[in-house]
C-alpha cells in the first residue's frame, strides 16, 4: 500500500508542479521549499537532550499551539522542541510567535527516504501531530522511530469524515500509527470510532484554541488604533474576517443598503490571503463606496471599507469592533475560527457552512453567543445594528462560553508527558 501511495504522490508531484508553480511562485510569490522539504537544509540534533516534534498545517494550528508549547518549555526547560509546518505563511507566523520553538522547518516531502532522514537528523522522542494532517509515510516513520505519536486537538469534518469511510481499509491502517487521539469534541470521538479506530486510544480533551492568549487592549489603545486608521467617533464598525472568494459580494450588497439606513456604518473587510487584496478592491469598487487599504491609510482619508491587507493585525480590529462576522462561511468552505472575537467579548455571526468548526458553532449558537446569517436579509439585519443591547449581550455571552471551553492544554501536557516516559 504504501510503496502504491508513493507511485501516486510522485505522479502526482509530477503532473501538478507547473500548477503549483504558478499558484505558489507567480501568484502568491511563495517558494516551492524543495530543497527544505527534501531535508537538505536540515539541522541535526547537537545534543542527547530528550526532544519533540511538533507538526502544524497553517497559520490557525500555528497559532492555537502557542500557549501549549510556552507551558511545555516552563515545565521542561532542558527539552528540545522541533516545529514544522507546511505554508509559507505557518512558517513566518511559527517564527514570529513561537520564541520557545529551538528549530522550525518545513515538513518534509512525504517519501519514505526523504522522511527517515528527518527522523535520523531530528531524533525525536515523541511525534505530536496538530489537528487532522495525516501523511501516511510521515505516521509510519514516526511510529517506527520514536516513543509514540499523539495526535492533539484532533478534529474530523462531515466532508473528510465521508473521505475516509470510503476507503476505510486504507485510512484505518495509516491512523494505526498514531498512539492516541487528543480529540475536541465527542463528536470527533465518535466519528473515528465509526472509521474504525479503536475508542480506548481516543480521549476528548476540548480545544486548545479555545485557550488562546491575545493582546489585552485597555480603552486608550483601542481608541490609538481607531484613530490610525480614521474611523471617527460615534462609527459603528463590522469586521469581516478570513473571507474567502465569493463572500465579497454578498457583503457588500448587504452593506450598502444597510448603509442607506445608516451612514455611520464603517466595513473592515480581511481577505483570507492578503494577496487577493488587488481582487478584492475590484469588487468594492463596483458599488458606491469608499475604499481604502489598510497599508494606504493616511491622515485624514475617509473611508467606507477598509480592506484588511496585512498580516497578523485581524484579531485586534476584531477588538475595536461592534460586531463579528466569520469568513468563510457563506460559501462550501468550511469556516474559520470564531473564537477570537469571542475572546473580546464581540456578538458573532457567520454563514451556514461551518464544517470545520461544526461543533463549537453549535455551541456558541446555543449559547445565544453566535447567530448563522443565511441569506441577504439576515446580512443586511447584522449591519443594521438595531438592537445595540442585545448584541452587547451576545458578546458577553461569547466571552463566557469562550471560558467554559477552556482545560485542554492540560490533558495535552499529560499526555505528552506520558509518552516521553514511555521506554
Not at 521549499?33 to 494550528?61: M, N, T, Y
Not at 472568494?245 to 439606513?261: D, I, M
Not at 461543533?359 to 443594521?384: C, P, T, W, Y
Not at 482545560?407 to 505528552?416: F, N, P, S
Request: hydrophobic share 45%; with cysteine.
Amino acid at each position: 500500500m504504501y510503496g502504491l501511495y508513493s507511485i501516486l504522490l510522485l505522479f502526482s508531484l509530477i503532473v501538478y508542479f507547473p500548477i503549483y508553480f504558478v499558484r505558489s511562485c507567480i501568484i502568491r510569490r511563495e517558494g516551492l521549499r524543495f530543497r527544505q522539504r527534501c531535508g537538505f537544509l536540515l539541522k541535526k540534533k547537537s545534543s542527547q537532550k530528550r526532544s519533540i516534534w511538533i507538526h502544524a498545517v497553517s497559520v490557525g494550528e500555528v497559532l492555537s499551539l502557542q500557549h501549549l508549547i510556552v507551558l511545555i518549555k516552563q515545565k521542561h526547560p532542558d527539552w528540545i522542541i522541533q516545529f514544522s509546518c507546511l505554508t509559507d505563511t505557518g512558517f513566518r507566523i511559527a517564527k514570529e510567535k513561537l520564541k520557545d520553538v529551538d528549530d522550525i522547518f518545513f515538513v518534509p516531502l512525504d517519501f519514505r527516504l526523504i522522511v527517515s532522514k528527518f527522523f535520523r537528523y531530528l531524533k525525536p522522542d515523541v511525534f505530536i501531530l496538530a489537528e487532522s494532517e495525516f501523511w501516511p509515510n510521515l505516521l509510519r516513520e514516526a511510529d517506527r522511530k520514536t516513543n509514540g505519536v499523539l495526535l492533539i486537538n484532533g478534529r474530523i469534518s462531515s466532508r473528510s469524515f465521508r473521505r475516509y469511510q470510503k476507503v476505510r481499509f486504507l485510512i484505518n491502517r495509516i491512523l494505526s500509527h498514531i498512539s492516541l487521539f487528543l480529540v475536541q469534541t465527542k463528536r470527533d470521538k465518535k466519528m473515528l470510532e465509526e472509521i474504525g479506530v479503536d475508542p480506548n486510544v481516543i480521549r476528548v480533551a476540548g480545544n486548545l484554541k479555545a485557550e488562546i492568549e491575545l493582546p489585552i487592549l485597555e480603552q486608550q489603545e483601542i481608541e490609538k488604533l481607531q484613530g490610525s486608521v480614521n474611523i471617527p467617533e460615534g462609527a459603528k464598525v463590522i469586521v469581516a474576517g478570513s473571507v474567502r472568494k465569493g463572500e465579497e459580494e454578498l457583503l457588500l450588497k448587504a452593506f450598502s443598503c444597510a448603509r442607506e439606513e445608516n451612514q455611520e456604518l464603517l466595513l473592515i473587510l480581511a481577505p483570507r490571503h492578503p494577496d487577493r487584496t488587488n481582487e478584492v478592491e475590484k469588487i468594492c469598487q463596483k458599488y458606491p463606496l469608499g475604499i481604502l487599504r489598510r497599508t494606504g491609510v493616511y491622515s485624514g482619508a475617509e473611508w467606507d471599507v477598509l480592506i484588511l491587507d496585512t498580516l497578523g493585525e485581524l484579531a485586534k480590529f476584531y477588538a475595536l469592533s461592534d460586531v463579528a462576522f466569520v469568513g468563510g462561511s457563506l460559501v462550501p468552505w468550511g469556516g474559520h475560527n470564531l473564537l477570537e472575537p469571542a475572546y473580546y467579548a464581540k456578538p458573532i455571526f457567520f454563514g451556514p457552512h461551518m464544517d470545520n468548526f461544526a461543533h463549537l458553532s453549535e455551541i456558541f449558537v446555543e449559547a445565544g453567543a453566535a447567530r448563522i446569517v443565511k441569506n441577504k436579509a439576515d446580512l443586511v439585519r447584522m449591519f443594521s445594528l438595531q438592537d445595540e443591547t442585545e448584541y452587547l449581550e451576545m458578546g458577553q455571552k461569547a466571552k463566557s462560553t469562550l471560558l467554559s471551553l477552556q482545560g485542554a492544554t492540560d490533558k495535552t501536557l499529560q499526555a505528552i508527558d506520558s509518552l516521553m516516559d514511555t521506554q
